[in-house]
Each structure stands twice: as C-alpha cells, then as structure tokens.
C-alpha cells in the first residue's frame, strides 16, 4: 500500500495513466489500433503504435534539453527554431554532396547540425550567465533569429535531398522498434547517466533552487547555465534531424514549429518544476510520450484544427490536476469520510440529565 500511494504521489505515474489512456480511447474507436503488422513495400513492422515511437522522437530530445535548462529556472523558446537551422543545414550538406548512398555524407550533415546547435546554445549561455540577460528575453530572440539563420542557409526555400542513410534515422527499424525512438532513448541513457553518477546533475539542481547558496558552497553558476544551453540547443538540432529525415525536406517554416510549448509541458507533465530545482528525466520523457500519443489522438479521432487546442488543453489540465497534491488530499479525504460510518455515542459523550 505504501508502494502503491508512492507511486501515485510520482507525477509521471499520471503521464503513463493519460498515454494509457488515450490508448484505450483511441481502440474504442477501432479495435485493431494496436495491431502491428508487417508493411509489404517496405518489409517492416507497421502500425499506429510504432509510429507514435517515431514521432515521438523529436519531441523526447527538446524535451530532455529542455528539462536542464527549467530545472536553473531558466527557460529556452529557441528550440523549435533550432530544430529548423539543424534540419536546414544537414539537408542542404546532403544536397551539395550529392551522395544518395554515402554514410560519410550523412555523418557531415549530423556533425555541421550538432555544431551550429551548440554554437547558437553558447550564444544564449552567454547571453543569460555573462550578460545577464532574462533567459524568456535572450531564447525568445534567438526564437526569432533561428528562423531567419535557417532561411539564409536554404536560401529561403524549402530543401530536400537524398541520402538512404540518413532517411533511415527515422525510417529504419533496429529489433522492430524505429531506430530514431531506439537513438532517441540511448541519448537519453546516457545523459541520465552524466548527470546521475557525475555531480553535475547535483549543481545544475542546486542552481534551480538557490543560486547564492550554490555559489557559496564553490559552484560557478555561469559555466554550468552556458552548459545547459548548450546541451538544450544540441538535442534541439537532433530533433531537427529526426524531424527532416522523415521526408527528406526541410519546411524553414513548418519544421520545428511551437515545438517549444510541446517541450515545455512534457517537462511539466514530468513532474519538473518550473520555479527550478530537482528535475526528472524519467519523467520528461513519458511527457514526451504522451505528447506524442496525445498529437497521434487528435488526427486518428478527427478532432478539427478549430478545437484541437480545447481538445489538448482539456487532457493536459486534467493530468496536472490529478499530479496536484492538494487536489489528491480532497478527494481522499472525501472519499474517507463517505466511507466511515457514524460511530455511536459512548457513556462519555451521551448528553447527561441536568438535575435541578
């Protein structure tokens, strides 16, 4: 019972109740939903779960950078955007290399993608820990300039090329699972690793919750926030490249676009405060998940563009309501006192005659 009310009180533990439960929603509707079957083009597991893992890709990436920079209460508007730089360049390398079978060519384009996001993250670590800059304010404007950077390296068009190892990031499979979930939940092994069994989780947490304090105690706060950004603005731009090498096109407009907010409440469903502090990684990537699944939902069910924020709105306040300690207390406490009957008055409390 201690287990099982533990497990309640975990945030992300109602992020897997909501993907199970759109799910479910959604095999109501058709109840081959889950079936997966074997695509004869291709030769490959297909089906409606398969692909969620796919396009859940992207959004798991911004989300586990995203995750760092919320938890120093910093904040980063710049993903979505640099998911469009990241995805403009590698099509653009592949492009002008012209080698539709080259391996080599495809680990260009991953390398000048990953460069420029680190580049353009320092660019907003400095801006928040030297400058001094409110990270809102500093990621807002690189929001603004990583489309434009986008647009001057296509040259304003929309780019595609071909290259079948770089399709395969989001197209292949490894063991039936697609190989950009596979990539995308290794990056996520590893850096759960540098951040668990290395002390640098500990300060990025220690800066959420009290800068002063961690500066006291011999953290240098400003090398730790341009690291986050950093980090945040590189796994932006492998969700760029997981995003493009789906279709081999980047859209400078579409790609990557309010990919941010997806980020940002898969950090909040996880369970990770936005005022800063402990983070979970965990718990992000369910976030993503659900995101995902949640996206995947609206289309299978035909939910109209007009109301398909009321349709996401209504599903995302009802997991944060139920992660809401108070709200769990209320109804606990509700449900208790339904269920205990009235006991009967003792000797002790039965109102006596009053004699006169």
């Not at 907003?124 to 809102?136: H, K, M, S, W, Y």
Request: glycine fraction near 10%.
């Amino acid at each position: 019972m201690n287990r099982l009310r533990a497990l309640v009180r975990t945030p992300w533990f109602w992020g897997i109740v909501g993907i199970v439960l759109l799910l479910a929603l959604n095999t109501l509707k058709d109840p081959s939903y889950l079936a997966v079957g074997v695509n004869p083009t291709t030769g490959q597991l297909s089906g409606n779960v398969l692909d969620i893992l796919r396009v859940s890709a992207p959004i798991v990436m911004i989300a586990l950078g995203m995750t760092f920079v919320i938890a120093t209460s910093g904040i980063d508007l710049s993903v979505g955007s640099v998911m469009a730089v990241g995805g403009a360049i590698a099509m653009v390398t592949l492009s002008g290399l012209g080698q539709p079978t080259s391996v080599g060519a495809m680990f260009a384009a991953i390398g000048l993608a990953v460069l420029l996001g680190v580049v353009l993250g320092a660019v907003n670590g400095f801006l928040v820990a030297v400058i001094g800059l409110q990270p809102f304010i500093s990621t807002l404007v690189m929001m603004l300039a990583g489309r434009g950077i986008a647009r001057v390296i296509t040259g304003g068009q929309n780019t595609n090329a071909e290259n079948a190892p770089f399709r395969a990031l989001a197209n292949g499979q490894f063991l039936g699972l697609p190989l950009s979930f596979v990539l995308a939940i290794a990056i996520v092994i590893l850096v759960a690793l540098v951040m668990r069994r290395t002390a640098l989780g500990l300060m990025i947490e220690s800066i959420g919750i009290n800068p002063q304090a961690s500066r006291l105690a011999g953290i240098r706060p400003r090398p730790i926030l341009i690291s986050v950004y950093v980090l945040s603005a590189a796994l932006a731009a492998v969700g760029g490249l997981f995003t493009v090498s789906e279709v081999m096109t980047v859209d400078v407009s579409g790609t990557g676009y309010q990919m941010e907010l997806d980020a940002i409440l898969a950090v909040v469903i996880g369970g990770t405060s936005l005022a800063g502090g402990k983070f979970s990684i965990v718990g992000s990537t369910v976030g993503a998940l659900l995101i995902a699944t949640l996206n995947k939902t609206v289309l299978f069910l035909g939910v109209s563009a007009a109301a398909t924020p009321a349709f996401k709105a209504i599903v995302i306040v009802a997991l944060v309501l139920l992660q809401s300690e108070r709200i769990r207390s209320l109804v606990l406490r509700r449900g208790d006192r339904s269920r205990t009957p009235e006991a009967p008055l003792s000797e002790s409390t039965q109102p006596k005659e009053v004699v006169a």
